[in-house]
């Protein structure tokens, strides 16, 4: 009977799926190759469990390993065939079992008839850009359009890399297993391809190669690139153009990724929907109330503000003042966030009343001070009314840790009990 066995290789996030081996769903690498130990079956069955415990190892050494996988798709176990151990040819080979691993090569047939599976081509890499936006870009959305460069299939010899008629040499030494060095005194061996044949197995002579694209199989060329930003976009988001990254022959082309930067705005604050500014209002303003047009917009919209003089109620330095409505749009929706003004007074210049009598009007005018604080001792200070906080806190002392007047003079004085 075929059963799945499922597991998950690395980070948890490769799930493969495997209708070969008689394994249950759900073991996890070592239940599966425990389950397969020729230890663990009758004297019998021990040569297929051998086999089954090899091809365990080997699949998950494959499939957890990006170079190797590229490898694996692109030129199936032959790329392995030189490092496979005495044991591993014969029985349910390798091939087989990776070909019920996401559909990548090989064939089911002797188990259900199901027919061969076409191999998934690789896929390229991706180009990953930062983008720099304003907010009134995200506000309003954008349309951006630039000149790129990358590299396409060459049109002259269809990606071959070699003239009409002319045939390829096989490159003895396509791929090869090498050392890299993870730590001093570490090596560990990895899969190496070679640079001429940048692993497809042949390559021309000089004399046969493509006079377009001189056996490089692509050629650069220059594409105009337009993004679209919508309007509401955050700092961080992806614009992706799907399958525009460089072309390679046999493979998929990456996506071109632009992460949204967004810059900082000179007056404006953004909290995902929401949009806050600080406004300047005079004391007059914010005593009598005013009608007037606080701030511009980020679509160029003058924001006005009629508030009128209400009997006993005056703003202050902080009040805000919400506006429901006016903050960025929401992608997924026609609504839009609120703005938060909040109220900053500007003060009148000293010297700026100069009349007496009118300074006595203003204090009838405006309300009493507060109860005068009562105390028994009561001294008249002199005062500095141009400080700044910048000098607060210079005058304290470090109060970590003391010093013996004798560790001044480079003394040590140790206690010592005198015995009479």
Same mark, same amino acid.
């Given at each position: 009977m075929?059963?799945? $066995?499922?597991? @998950?290789?690395?980070s948890?996030?490769t799930?493969i799926?495997i209708?070969?081996l008689?394994?249950e769903?759900?073991?996890?690498r070592?239940?599966?190759? $425990?389950?397969?130990?020729?230890?663990?079956?009758?004297?019998?069955?021990?040569?297929d469990?051998?086999t089954?415990?090899?091809?365990?190892g080997?699949a998950y050494?494959i499939?957890? %390993?990006?170079e190797?996988?590229?490898?694996?798709? =692109? @030129?199936?176990m032959s790329?392995? #065939?030189?490092?496979?151990?005495?044991?591993?040819?014969?029985?349910v080979?390798?091939? #087989?079992m990776?070909a019920?691993m996401?559909?990548?090569? &090989?064939s =089911?047939?002797?188990?259900? &008839?199901?027919g061969?599976?076409?191999?998934?081509?690789?896929r390229?890499?991706?180009?990953? @850009?930062?983008?720099?936006?304003?907010?009134e870009?995200? +506000?309003?959305?954008?349309v951006?359009?630039f000149?790129?460069?990358?590299?396409? /299939?060459?049109r002259?010899?269809?990606?071959?890399?070699?003239?009409?008629?002319s045939k390829?040499?096989?490159?003895?030494?396509?791929?090869?297993? &090498?050392?890299?060095?993870?730590?001093?005194g570490?090596v560990?061996?990895? =899969?190496?391809?070679?640079?001429?044949?940048?692993?497809?197995?042949?390559?021309?002579?000089?004399?046969?190669?493509?006079?377009?694209?001189?056996?490089?199989?692509? =050629?650069?060329?220059?594409?105009?690139?337009? /993004?679209?930003?919508?309007?509401?976009?955050?700092?961080?988001?992806k614009?992706?153009?799907?399958?525009?990254?460089?072309q390679?022959?046999?493979?998929e082309?990456? %996506?071109?990724?632009? %992460?949204? /930067?967004?810059?900082?705005?000179?007056e404006?604050?953004?909290?995902?929907?929401? !949009?806050s500014?600080d406004?300047? *209002?005079?004391?007059a303003?914010?005593?009598?109330?005013?009608?007037?047009?606080? !701030?511009?917009?980020?679509?160029?919209r003058? /924001?006005?503000i %009629? @508030?009128?003089?209400?009997?006993?109620?005056?703003?202050?330095?902080?009040?805000?003042?919400?506006?429901?409505?006016e903050?960025?749009p929401?992608?997924?929706s026609?609504?839009?966030?609120?703005? +938060? $003004?909040? *109220?900053?007074?500007?003060?009148p210049?000293n010297?700026? !009343?100069?009349?007496?009598?009118?300074?006595t009007?203003l204090?009838e005018?405006l309300?009493q001070?507060?109860?005068? *604080?009562?105390?028994?001792?009561?001294d008249?200070?002199? +005062?500095?009314d141009?400080a700044? !906080?910048?000098?607060?806190?210079?005058?304290?002392?470090?109060?970590d840790g003391w010093?013996d007047?004798?560790?001044?003079?480079?003394?040590t004085? #140790?206690?010592?009990?005198?015995?009479?």
């Amino acid at each position: 009977m075929v059963r799945d $066995l499922s597991w @998950h290789i690395g980070s948890g996030k490769t799930h493969i799926v495997i209708e070969i081996l008689d394994i249950e769903r759900g073991a996890s690498r070592a239940e599966a190759a $425990l389950s397969s130990h020729p230890d663990k079956v009758p004297e019998n069955e021990r040569a297929d469990a051998e086999t089954k415990f090899k091809l365990v190892g080997k699949a998950y050494e494959i499939l957890s %390993n990006d170079e190797k996988r590229h490898l694996y798709d =692109t @030129h199936g176990m032959s790329a392995f #065939e030189a490092s496979q151990g005495p044991g591993m040819s014969h029985g349910v080979d390798l091939e #087989e079992m990776l070909a019920q691993m996401f559909g990548m090569g &090989g064939s =089911t047939d002797g188990f259900g &008839g199901a027919g061969p599976y076409p191999r998934k081509p690789r896929r390229g890499k991706d180009e990953v @850009h930062s983008y720099d936006v304003t907010l009134e870009d995200l +506000y309003k959305g954008k349309v951006a359009r630039f000149a790129s460069k990358k590299k396409v /299939i060459c049109r002259h010899c269809k990606g071959t890399g070699g003239k009409e008629k002319s045939k390829p040499m096989q490159c003895g030494a396509w791929v090869r297993q &090498g050392l890299k060095s993870v730590g001093p005194g570490l090596v560990t061996q990895e =899969t190496v391809i070679c640079s001429a044949c940048k692993g497809t197995k042949s390559v021309y002579k000089e004399k046969d190669k493509c006079r377009k694209c001189k056996g490089e199989r692509v =050629t650069e060329e220059k594409k105009a690139v337009e /993004i679209f930003i919508p309007p509401g976009s955050n700092h961080g988001d992806k614009i992706v153009l799907e399958g525009e990254a460089d072309q390679e022959p046999n493979q998929e082309p990456g %996506n071109i990724i632009f %992460n949204l /930067i967004q810059l900082e705005h000179k007056e404006l604050r953004r909290a995902g929907a929401d !949009l806050s500014a600080d406004v300047h *209002i005079s004391l007059a303003e914010a005593l009598c109330g005013f009608s007037r047009v606080l !701030l511009k917009h980020l679509d160029g919209r003058g /924001i006005r503000i %009629n @508030h009128p003089r209400a009997v006993g109620r005056v703003l202050k330095p902080g009040s805000v003042i919400k506006v429901a409505g006016e903050g960025m749009p929401q992608k997924k929706s026609e609504a839009k966030g609120d703005l +938060y $003004l909040v *109220i900053q007074i500007d003060f009148p210049e000293n010297d700026w !009343l100069e009349q007496n009598q009118i300074a006595t009007k203003l204090q009838e005018i405006l309300p009493q001070q507060a109860d005068t *604080i009562h105390a028994d001792i009561v001294d008249e200070v002199e +005062y500095d009314d141009t400080a700044t !906080l910048s000098a607060f806190g210079i005058n304290s002392e470090d109060q970590d840790g003391w010093e013996d007047d004798d560790d001044d003079n480079g003394n040590t004085t #140790e206690a010592q009990c005198t015995q009479q």
